[in-house]
Nanobody
């Protein structure tokens, strides 16, 4: 079955950086687009970044554009998310997503807290 495991979250000061990673298994990774979402307390889950199956196309939420970079390693079945110039409003649980077999699959999430 599809499994997505996020890692790399933690506490960071404003202006700092973090690198999240999503390890995927249970499906033919290289055939599917992947995404990162986030959900802050009291808010709806929102798209952070999207990457196509080949990595040739990416898209970002407006609030993170220019600061975050999504990539993928189709040999290692991983999706890193590099987050720079972090702001307190980036505080959220970050989730990896794969749309496989017509359904959305999610990891357990990793907490990112940006605070001084």
């Amino acid at each position: 079955q599809v499994q997505l495991v996020e890692s790399g979250g933690g506490l960071v000061q404003p202006g700092g950086s973090l690198r999240l990673s999503c390890a995927a298994s249970g499906f033919t990774f290289r055939r599917y687009a992947m995404s990162w979402y986030r959900q802050a307390p009291g808010k709806e889950r929102e798209l952070v970044a999207f990457i196509s199956s080949t990595g040739g196309s990416t898209n970002y939420g407006s609030s993170v554009k220019g600061r975050f970079t999504i990539s993928r390693d189709n040999a290692q079945n991983t999706v890193p998310l590099q987050m720079n110039s972090l702001k307190p409003e980036d505080t959220a649980v970050y989730y990896c997503n794969a749309r496989v077999g017509g359904g959305d699959h999610w990891g357990q999430g990793t907490q990112v807290t940006v605070s001084s």
